[in-house]
């Protein structure tokens, strides 16, 4: 795989998508999707693909939550193809155990096996074990 820099961000930009991050990690996807479509449709470039990929993967948990199965496993495929362009550790984020869990997430939806207990997390890229 070829280097992808990093997303060239504001302070401001920084800030929001740490917040996103956060919004995730508590279970608030619909509002990580808000908050981190603000940061990308001001990019352009590689890194657009990266924040999309992140945000289709809000976008499927919180179908998941409503209820839609299928719309969760689309958005879920579509964001996990997206994030699968990008090095395990990539823009500060550990990306390797994030895109293990939602490959996970997405079998387990398409098979009809029990879904796993708890949504993933995105770690920052020295904390994921």
């Given amino acids: 795989m070829s280097a992808v820099p990093p997303p060239v961000l504001s302070a401001e930009d920084r800030a929001a998508l740490a917040a996103g991050i956060a919004q995730f990690n508590d279970g608030l996807f619909y509002e990580c999707h808000d908050t981190l479509e603000e940061v990308w449709s001001g990019l352009r470039g590689p890194s657009r693909d990266f924040l999309q ?15 839609n199965r299928a719309g969760a496993a689309t958005l879920l495929r579509r964001g996990l193809s997206r994030l699968e362009r990008y090095p395990d550790r990539h823009a500060g984020f550990a990306l390797a155990p994030l895109r ?6 997405l079998a ?22």
Avoid: K
């Avoid at 809000?58 to 179908?63: D, I, L, N, S």
């Fill in 100 to 105: 293990a869990a939602v490959g996970a997430w």
């Fill in 108 to 129: 387990a939806l398409e098979s009809g096996a029990p879904l796993p207990e708890r949504p993933p997390r995105i770690e920052a890229a020295g904390e994921a074990s």
């Fill in 53 to 67: 990929g992140l945000i289709q993967v809000a976008v499927g948990f919180y179908h998941l939550d409503n209820g």
